[in-house]
C-alpha cells in the first residue's frame, strides 16, 4: 500500500511539473506569436508571407524556389502559394523567375528590398526570441 502512494506522489509530482512547462509552453508561445503578428504588421507583411520569404532566402539553390516546392514547404496549396508570391511580388519583395532547363518552372527570388526587409524582420524577431529566452530554458529544462 505505501509503494503505491509513494508511487502516486511520484506521478503526481511528474504530472504536475508537466502540467506548468506545458503552461508556460503555451503561454509563452502565444506571446511569441502576437508580437510577431505586430512586427510583421507593421511592416506590411502577413504571417505566410515572411514564412515564404524565410523559405525563398533559406534555399540553396541560386535560381530561388520552384512554386510547387514552396507550397510543400509551406505546407499549404499551389493556389495559396501563388496567391503569396503575387503579393511579395506587388511589393517588390519577391521576383518570378523562369527555369531556363524547364519553361514550365517558375523559381522565385527574394529581391534587394526582400531581403533588407526580411533582414529587419529577422532582427525584430529574434529580439523577441531573446525576451522569452529564460521561459524556454524552463520549459526545456
Known amino acids: 500500500m505505501k509503494d503505491n502512494i509513494k508511487e502516486g506522489s511520484q506521478i503526481s509530482m511528474q504530472s504536475d511539473d508537466n502540467h506548468h512547462r506545458m503552461r508556460l509552453w503555451r503561454t509563452t508561445l502565444q506571446v511569441f506569436l502576437r508580437n510577431s ?3 510583421l504588421k ?4 502577413t504571417t505566410l508571407q515572411y ?3 524565410l523559405e525563398i532566402w533559406s534555399s540553396p539553390d541560386q535560381h530561388g524556389v520552384a512554386v510547387g516546392q514552396l507550397a510543400k514547404l509551406l505546407r ?5 502559394t501563388v496567391t503569396v508570391i ?3 511580388c506587388a511589393k517588390k519583395l519577391g521576383l518570378r523567375v523562369r527555369s531556363l532547363e524547364d519553361r514550365r518552372v517558375v523559381h522565385v527570388q ?8 526580411l533582414a529587419t524582420l529577422v532582427e525584430e524577431h529574434v529580439r523577441e526570441l531573446e525576451q522569452i529566452r529564460n521561459d524556454i530554458r524552463k520549459i526545456i529544462a
Open 76 to 80: 499549404v496549396r499551389h493556389n495559396t
Open 51 to 53: 514564412q515564404c520569404m
Open 42 to 45: 507593421r511592416h506590411g507583411v
Open 86 to 88: 503575387n503579393a511579395l
Open 110 to 117: 527574394l529581391t534587394l528590398p526582400g531581403r533588407r526587409l
Open 37 to 39: 503578428k505586430t512586427i
